[in-house]
């Protein structure tokens, strides 16, 4: 069964028998007869098909989310049992939302890689709500993600305190000011993620706070888009401190300092199993380091 289950996952993704084929290092014909063998085992067709692709038909797309969660939950526990005797060894996939996976999640790797060769990491970089979809699905060993975020089927473990600040140009009329209110942000153009994003969620609980309704607001997929834009003039934008120091360092971005800032979120851990290999309680070892020393 599980041959058969990597098997139409390839044709799935790939949408085609030859490209399947390739992927999994079989004949084509080969590749037919094990989806033929599995769609009987499952008792319907899956895919339709036709001369130029494959694709998921109704029952294929419930067959293929579990498919994938299923080869995930057997990989895992494959190296769960290899632990139990190798070193920290092995492949671990991480998901991290863009602040930390962009900013902070290359040193804690490079660190660990350093003392723990032998350790194969996968990054994806998302979203805080894609990431814990991933973990849910156990597409990702664990996720880094930020803000206050609940989900009863997933273990959260908050770990770190970010620390946020609004940003301008140095040119900006507002980095001139020797005090900023409220209701001067108000009238600015406020540059922010979109709907999902733990800096997104994160920017709306600080208008929130002190009472703001942009006139204007723009949104912008990446956190380096959103420091360039800031750069040139375009607006104002609510930040992590590990997103802008270098830019601060080189003096192309300000700090505007205002009443009850700056705005404080959370870092957390998220995991869909209380079982963890040495792989990935090595990394978590080092996640925590680095905000020890900060």
């Known amino acids: 069964m599980d041959q058969l289950l990597e098997v139409f996952v390839a044709v799935a993704e790939k949408k085609n028998f030859s490209r399947a084929a390739e992927e999994l290092h079989m004949t084509q014909p080969a590749v037919s007869q094990h989806i033929q063998a599995f769609e009987r085992e499952i008792g319907t067709r899956l895919l339709d098909r036709t001369n130029k692709y494959v694709k998921l038909n109704k029952a294929g797309e419930i067959v293929y989310d579990h498919a994938v969660e299923i080869l995930g939950l057997y990989t895992k526990m494959q190296r769960l049992v290899d632990d139990l005797t190798n070193k920290t060894s092995g492949p671990l996939t991480i998901g991290a939302s863009y602040t930390f996976g962009e900013y902070i999640l ?160 959370t870092f957390s851990i998220v995991t869909s199993s209380p079982y963890r290999t040495k792989a990935l309680d090595t990394f978590l070892q080092f996640v925590r380091e680095v905000f020890e020393k900060s």
């Open 106 to 265: 290359p040193y804690v790797i490079a660190d660990m890689l350093e003392q723990y060769p032998l350790v194969t990491p996968s990054i994806s970089i998302g979203n805080t709500r894609d990431i814990a979809e991933s973990v849910l699905k156990h597409q990702l060993d664990v996720g880094i993600v930020e803000g206050d975020f609940r989900h009863h089927q997933l273990m959260i473990e908050p770990f770190a305190k970010d620390i946020m600040h609004i940003v301008t140009a140095p040119t900006h009329k507002l980095a001139k000011l020797k005090k900023v209110t409220p209701a001067d942000l108000a009238q600015e153009t406020w540059i922010v993620r979109e709907e999902g994003s733990g800096t997104r969620t994160a920017a709306d609980k600080m208008l929130d706070s002190l009472d703001i309704s942009p006139e204007k607001m723009m949104e912008f997929g990446s956190l380096q888009i959103i420091k360039e834009s800031v750069e040139a003039g375009l607006g104002v934008s609510l930040l992590s401190k590990w997103a802008i120091r270098k830019e601060l360092s080189m003096d192309t971005l300000k700090i505007i300092d205002v009443n009850g800032l700056p705005f404080t979120r």
